[in-house]
């Protein structure tokens, strides 16, 4: 069963707008990463925050940890088309093991 | 292009058989981690192999099994093959062997389908 959860599962917003997606996830993490995933194909690594990180950044994306509240956040600013794809969270715990969320489904209009 | 290559990309077999799937990582990563996406499960770990050893297991069923070879390839091995496992495959490898800290590149996936 998933781990994590995400919200919303799916966001549909015009280019140049941000998107804004959550997760929580249930256990204790050392690590909380972000991916993403064009319709059927593989997933791409956007962005790892560790569990001592409370924001990272990277380029248009912008990522916040709180893990008293278990959970993440995945802005990416300015969006574009090509933005369109599956998000997911990805939590590690102490051991290694990787619990994804379901995933939200972000389509970006021009 | 991650670099971490699989085959075939699709396969269409039906309940009951055998399939074997194949993975090359990255050229110098040494895990290698086997994912499950179906559309009910959503992505699932199935397990990882460090420098050709088990190193962590998740959701994997006793029917379906892995390996890592010396030139550090992956097989995943699906037997009695179920509807319910149709679903894409993938394989991904990191450098190291903590998933706590690695980066992890995907491959392709393959597409299973049980008929």
Same mark, same amino acid.
């Given at each position: 069963?998933?781990? #994590? ?10 280019e140049?707008? &941000?998107?804004t997606? &959550?997760c929580?996830?249930?256990t204790? @993490? &050392? ?8 319709? #059927? ?5 956007? @962005?790892l ?9 990277? #380029? ?6 709180d ?8 802005? @990416? ?11 997911f ?11 994804? #969320?379901?995933?939200?489904?972000v389509?970006?209009?021009? | ?19 074997? !799937? ?5 050229? +110098?990563?040494?895990s ?5 996406? /179906? ?6 770990? !199935?397990i990882?192999?460090?420098?050709g050893?088990?190193? *962590?297991? +998740? ?5 379906? /099994? *892995?390996?890592q ?7 995943l091995? !699906? $037997?009695?093959?179920e509807?319910?496992? $149709? ?5 991904? $490898? $990191? ?16 597409? !299973?389908?049980?008929?």
């Open positions: 069963s998933q781990q #994590g959860e995400e919200d919303p599962q799916a966001l549909s917003i015009q140049g707008e &941000n998107a997606m &959550n929580s996830y249930k204790s @993490i &050392n690590n909380l990463q972000w991916y993403r995933q064009n319709s #059927g194909r593989g997933l791409v690594h956007l @962005i925050i560790r569990s001592n990180e409370r924001e990272k950044h990277s #380029g248009r994306l912008r990522v916040t940890l893990t008293s509240k278990k959970s993440s956040s995945l802005l @990416i600013t300015a969006s574009r088309a090509a933005d369109t794809a599956s998000y969270c990805v939590a590690s715990d102490s051991w290694g093991k990787l619990q994804f #969320g379901a995933g939200t489904q389509v970006v209009t021009p | 292009d991650s670099g971490v290559t699989q085959t075939p990309k699709h396969l269409i077999t039906a309940t009951g058989q055998r399939v074997t !799937l194949r993975c090359s990582p990255r050229s +110098g990563d040494l290698v981690y086997w994912y499950q996406q /179906s559309l009910d499960q959503g992505l699932q770990f !199935l990882q192999y460090y420098n050893e088990e190193r *962590a297991k +998740g959701n994997i069923l006793e029917r379906f /099994s *892995a390996q070879f010396p030139d550090l390839h992956s097989e091995n !699906l $037997s009695s093959l509807l319910g496992d $149709s679903a894409l495959y993938f394989c991904a $490898s $990191s450098v190291g062997g903590r998933t706590v800290t690695d980066t992890q590149y995907f491959g392709p996936g393959t597409r !299973l389908t049980v008929l």
